[in-house]
């Protein structure tokens, strides 16, 4: 295996194993990393994408989760195949993670500046008060003025977008090659969004780390991301750069999502949902998994699961809407 990708997902299978069956929540997914780029992956909830990012930090809870099939290479080694010891030297060091929710992911009890020392020193053979100087180092590498006090203070004398710089503070606390951004900005105002994500790719541009953006919001692809791999059911549907997706977007699920994007015209027009529900993951439906939602299905969509395909230069889609029809469906 080469290293010329930071990173490389080598159809990654995780399911969650319950009473009542296997919960397929990554189901065969594929991509790479190239040093200092940003993937976009994007979905609706329940579509995968925390999951694989948990599946990169070894992150999983087992039970009932655990990875079934798959290989994950990162600069050449395959972490599934590392301990719990040696995957906590990589987690922080190398590959870090800002998880969702930053009111939950910081704790109440303790300052700010406890919990970034208490990050730094976990990772770093230093002085506590080495591990305070890099902690304002950080603080003012995220934006936020007069770091030396605002260690003192606890989460909730921050607002929603301070904390969530606190909480990338601490993700690039060890200098990481590989930052995952779990829907970094959920829950922030439109003009917070913003700054975050400015925020975001200019770090990426000064420390020249990789970026995974895990995101439900489309307009966070076109503001960052160099490619974009769109997920539905557990399973990679589309997979191609970002001003591909957008001006020549191929699979219909794709299409639903572009639809729901407002956009500022003369005229009004409603915005188009996407009809229906994604797929019990338990009990997925047999052909593709988009099929009962899609107004371009045609009856063997519901027979036969499509493969994923490259239709054009860097372009791949899980569609029978692409498939040769004299090779025969697969």
């Known amino acids: 295996m080469g290293v010329q990708f930071l990173l490389e997902v080598d159809n990654l299978h995780t399911y969650f194993f319950t009473k009542s069956g296997a ?27 925390s999951i694989t990012a948990l599946s990169i930090m070894g992150l999983v809870p087992n039970p009932p989760g655990r990875i079934i099939e798959g290989k994950i290479y990162y600069n050449g080694e395959d972490l599934i195949q590392k301990s719990e010891k040696q995957m906590r030297r990589i987690r922080g060091n190398k590959i870090s993670m800002i998880f969702q929710d930053p009111m939950t992911s910081l704790n109440p009890v303790f300052t700010i500046g406890h919990q970034l020392i208490e990050t730094v020193r976990a990772h770093r053979d230093v002085s506590k008060k080495q591990a305070e100087d890099r902690a304002c180092e950080l603080l003012t590498l995220v934006g936020i003025s007069d770091p030396k006090q605002r260690l003192k203070n606890y989460p909730h004398e921050f607002s929603g977008g301070m904390r969530q710089r606190v909480m990338i503070a601490m993700a690039l606390a060890c200098d990481p090659e ?54 539905y059911a557990g399973k990679q549907v589309e997979f191609t750069d970002h001003i591909s997706l957008f001006d020549h977007p191929k699979h219909p699920y794709t299409w639903g ?45 519901r027979s036969h699961e499509p493969v994923l395909k490259e239709i054009s230069s860097n ?14 469906l697969t």
């Open 23 to 49: 919960v397929k929540a990554v189901d065969g997914v594929s991509f790479v990393i190239k040093p200092g780029e940003i993937l976009g992956i994007v979905g609706e909830s329940g579509s995968g994408k």
């Open 178 to 231: 590989l930052l995952i951004a779990d829907e970094p900005t959920t829950a922030l105002d439109v003009t917070v969004q913003a700054q975050i994500l400015e925020l975001l790719k200019q770090l990426q541009e000064e420390l020249g780390m990789a970026i995974i953006m895990i995101t439900h919001d489309l307009g966070v692809v076109a503001e960052i991301c160099d490619r974009v791999m769109v997920m």
């Open 257 to 301: 999502l572009l639809g729901s994007i407002p956009k500022i015209e003369k005229e009004k027009k409603r915005l188009t949902a996407i009809a229906g529900h994604p797929p019990d993951l338990q009990h997925l439906p047999q052909g593709c998994h988009f099929a009962d939602r899609c107004k371009q299905a045609m009856d063997q969509c």
């Open 315 to 328: 372009h791949l889609v899980r569609c029978l809407l692409y498939e040769d029809k004299k090779v025969g």
